[in-house]
């Protein structure tokens, strides 16, 4: 009997010592008082498929999220709340309150990391700029962004998805499935292609040619004033005959932008090399942005035929092969004349140094 008495005692303790427990961690949850300077801190916490709700926990108090774990643990098994929480990078202030907290866990309200890609962007570039973000990964993403199906998936009759992946602004959650990335960016860019697609279509030009040739004007422009005019050196060639001969297309075949040699232009055996092979290559040598799809479409009414940089981001333009090769051997010859000048300023320097 007495035995019995014990047990009993000892379970009324077990009990007021978790409820006393309890208190001081709802307590310090809920009412103790956080500075203003503490209260703005964001925090970031990860949480892995397969955590357990005390790690969870410990991760959010060690982080200083919350309070007290105990607090937590309570509430989410009271809500039964704990059953659901999802995995994910998460962001929160040091103000938020248990409910609110929970909420974002349970609705996998996961942080978003705001991701830039550049107007020209190649598919491998897309993929290093995705990995460095830690969205995906770049192997991942490479295969199935160059798949025949996924591309047919999305309604193009493509291998590839190259010049589809609209550049923009995105904000994306880390390890996000390569698919979803693919679908938000192809999403964006069939959303801008509607503004442009009645325009096509009355100029009987297909997405694909619209699309390729943006691409290479992409490359080809530092400035969008001369897309237009670019646009047109190109279109015309298109109509005569003329291989298109342009050098980024080369440059996307060796899968490295770099100052192309005399003998590149003939020795790259690729059907993306527009000086060996007439029309436009197989896909677009990157993704061009709005401006390049709009110089294909409204391209400027010039006779132009060939192109030379200048060196400034600008280019000359000629209607004739002779004035071409004239206007190229005036630019290397100033070029040749600004190096002569940079290295005879350089050497007086070194001498006036060594006077003194």
Partial sequence: MNFSREKNLKKIVLVVIIFLLLSVGFYLEAFQPVSLEEAKKFKIVEIKKGDSLWKIASQLE??????????FIIKS???GKH??????EYGFYTYYTLDEILEILTQGKVLLHKVTIPEGS????????????????KKEFLQLAQDKEVAKSFGFATF??????????????????????IKTMVDNFWKNWKEFEPVAKSKNMTLEKVVTLASIVEKEAFYNWEKPIIAAVYLNRLKKGMPLQADPSINYALKKFRK??????????????????????????????????????FPAKVPYLY?????????????????????????????????????TNLSNRTLTNETF
């Fill in 62 to 71: 060690d982080k200083g999220v919350i309070r007290s774990k105990i607090a």
């Fill in 77 to 79: 098994w009271i809500s």
């Fill in 83 to 88: 059953k659901v929480i999802k995995a994910g």
């Fill in 122 to 137: 190649t598919l491998w570039q897309i993929g290093e700029i995705l990995e460095k973000e830690s969205i995906c990964e």
């Fill in 160 to 181: 590839s998805l190259e010049g589809y992946l609209f550049p923009d602004t995105y904000f994306l959650a880390k390890n996000t499935h390569p698919i979803v990335v």
């Fill in 260 to 297: 192309l040699t005399y003998k590149d232009y003939y020795s790259v055996k690729s059907p993306y090399n527009t000086y060996l092979n007439e029309g436009l290559p197989p896909t677009p040598i990157g993704n061009p942005g709005k401006e390049s799809i709009k110089a294909v479409l």
């Fill in 307 to 343: 192109f030379v940089a200048k060196g400034d981001g600008s280019h000359h333009f000629s209607t004739t092969y002779q004035e071409h090769i004239r206007v190229i051997k005036q630019i290397r010859n100033q070029q040749t004349a600004l190096n002569s000048n940079l290295s």
